[in-house]
Structure formats: structure tokens, C-alpha cells
């Protein structure tokens, strides 16, 4: 396993499943990584919760950010800075995603250097999604970077030659992040692998699951939603797993 690996994630003004969901994510990373990793909170516009000495926070600055127009900056945070260390492997992660085991695909890709992306039930990529491959569904809520990948300057480029794009929508963001990691030949997981999972069972059944059901199958779960609502199904459900 790799020595120089920083796991990050972006908190802002969020609900407090939210920051409940923080707190139980980095506590599950640092079951698998241990201090095989630095961990490392970037906060905007809020303060975060007590955290463990072992997490670092550190305080955003809009002017770290790769696109500084005005409708961007609310889905821009998690990209600033668009690399912490350039020399290490980053994970990124959504507050309110937790991986609660190892990964055999997780180890590769850092063994291997390899870009990876999360899979997601559904296509969500706003105004780029006329340009992403029809068989693609993917979640940004799960990024891995190798070392030496300039992402900040990928963003900055490729939105330079979209700029007739609309980007006013968190679709946008993972639309442009979904372009660049797929034309630079990126890993998609199985959907299943880190299932995305919404408020209520009738908006996942929209997406065609039913049943579903938490298993050691899956290496962890992204909670859809519960940044912004005090009611979550299956977040209820995961504190029984």
C-alpha cells in the first residue's frame, strides 16, 4: 500500500446528518488506512466538528479555486486547491460518502496509479452531457488521482474551450470532472461498488433497484441528499448495518 496518500473531503454549510456522516467517514478511513495516510477536511463557509488530532483542516480560499465565475464557486470548493500534494495519491471524497473497508480495486488503483471514478445509477452531467459517451454513468463523489495529475489545470483548460457551456449547477461540476477523467482513460466502478443512495426508497426504485439491501458486497455507500435534509432512509438504515 501506498505511503503517500491523502485522503480528502470538502465540508460546507451542511445538515447535521451531514456532518454526522463526516465524522463516521473519516473514523471508517482511518480503520483501513491508519497513519498510512494523511486526512485532511477542507472547509468553506462553515467550522467543522471535533475531529480526531489525526485529521488536518484546512480553510478553502475562493481564489484556490480552478473556474472563479460567479455561478461556479458553490460547486467548485471541492477542487480547492485542485491538488493538496501534487506528489501523493489523493482520494477525494463527499462528506457524506463513507468507505467502510478495503478494496482490492482501491489498492490497485493506487498501486497502479490509476484515475478512478465512481459509477452511479443514472447519467447527471448538466450542460456536458452531450459530450460524455452514452455509456458512462458516474458519481463524483469518489475520485482518485495519482500522483503528478494536474487536474486544476485539466479543469481550467477544458472550460476554457466549453465556455459556452452553462455551469450554474452541481451537474455541471460532475460533468466537467466526468469529462476530463474519462478522456484521460479513467476506471468507472460498478455502480453497486459505493451504491448511491437517495432520500427514499421511491427515488432509488426510479433508477430501477429494488430490494436493496446493505451487504459486505459493497466497500461503502454515498447518502445521497442527506447534506441537506434531516431525513434519510437509508442513512437510518446504514446506522442498523
Known amino acids: 500500500m501506498t505511503q503517500n496518500l491523502i485522503l480528502r473531503w470538502t465540508l460546507g454549510p451542511v445538515s447535521a446528518n451531514g456532518r454526522k456522516i463526516l465524522k463516521e467517514s473519516i473514523y471508517r478511513a482511518y480503520r483501513i488506512w491508519n497513519a498510512n495516510a494523511r486526512y485532511v477536511v477542507c472547509c468553506n463557509g462553515c467550522r ?5 488530532n489525526y485529521v488536518e483542516v484546512y480553510k478553502q480560499s475562493w481564489n484556490e479555486q480552478p473556474i472563479r465565475e460567479h455561478d461556479a464557486t458553490v460547486m467548485m470548493w471541492k477542487w480547492a486547491p485542485p491538488r493538496l500534494d501534487p506528489t501523493a495519491h489523493e482520494i477525494f471524497l463527499d462528506n457524506d460518502v463513507v468507505i467502510f473497508r478495503d478494496s482490492p480495486i482501491i489498492n490497485d488503483a493506487l498501486r497502479n496509479d490509476k484515475l478512478v471514478i465512481d459509477g452511479g445509477w443514472r447519467r447527471c452531467y448538466g450542460s456536458y452531457d452531450p459530450v460524455i459517451d452514452n455509456k458512462h454513468k458516474t458519481c463524483a463523489g469518489f475520485v482518485i488521482l495519482p ?21 450554474n449547477h452541481p451537474w455541471d461540476e460532475q460533468g466537467l470532472i466526468t469529462k476530463i477523467l474519462l478522456d484521460d482513460n479513467a476506471e468507472v466502478l460498478p455502480a453497486d461498488t459505493i451504491p448511491n443512495l437517495p432520500i427514499d426508497k421511491r427515488m432509488l426504485e426510479k433508477f430501477g433497484v429494488y430490494d436493496f439491501e446493505f451487504t459486505d458486497n459493497h466497500i461503502g455507500y454515498h447518502f445521497v441528499g442527506a447534506n441537506s435534509s434531516e431525513y434519510h432512509y437509508y442513512l437510518n438504515e446504514y446506522w442498523k448495518f
Open 48 to 52: 467543522p466538528p471535533q475531529l480526531p
Open 147 to 167: 500522483p503528478n495529475y494536474d487536474i486544476g489545470a485539466k479543469i481550467s483548460d477544458l472550460r476554457s474551450k466549453t465556455s459556452n457551456f452553462r455551469f
